[in-house]
Structure formats: structure tokens, C-alpha cells
């Protein structure tokens, strides 16, 4: 994988997660409203807290292996 990490990260709340283990898959909102899942690279997992989830808790970094999605990855 050239200079690219093998994992990406998604943020998401603690709530959702749990739903997801609940329901055994996990989806986040921006699929429906998008078409896709907004993930990051390790160095941008900081930036992306500060915009889009200033101030909350409970939140959950999920790590993902590339290699093990079925979905390409766009950067």
C-alpha cells in the first residue's frame, strides 16, 4: 500500500455504536444523506473531532482496516 496507512478512522457517538452491536452492523447517517461514510486518516482524526464534534463525549474511534472493507477508499 505505498505510502498509505493499512487503517482509516470514523468517528462516531457512543449511542450509535451501541445500536450498531445491537443490530449487528454499523451504518453511520451519512451513508443515506450521501452515499458514503466520512472516515479519516490518523492525522486528521483531530481536525475532524474539532469541526464536527466540539465539545461532545462519548464518542468512538473506530479503526478500520483497509484491506478488510468492501468498498473502495477515496481520498
Not at 25 to 39: K, N, Q, R, T
Request: charged share 25%; hydrophobic share 35%.
Amino acid at each position: 500500500m505505498s505510502n498509505q496507512s493499512e487503517f482509516i478512522y470514523h468517528i462516531t457517538t457512543a449511542d450509535q455504536w451501541e445500536k450498531a452491536k445491537s443490530v449487528g452492523f454499523y451504518e453511520a447517517d451519512s451513508l443515506a444523506v450521501e452515499g458514503f461514510i466520512h472516515c479519516s486518516t490518523e492525522d486528521q482524526v483531530a481536525g475532524g473531532l474539532g469541526r464536527y464534534f466540539q465539545g461532545q463525549k462519548g464518542l468512538v474511534k473506530m479503526k478500520i482496516n483497509r484491506q478488510k472493507k468492501d468498498r473502495p477508499v477515496i481520498f
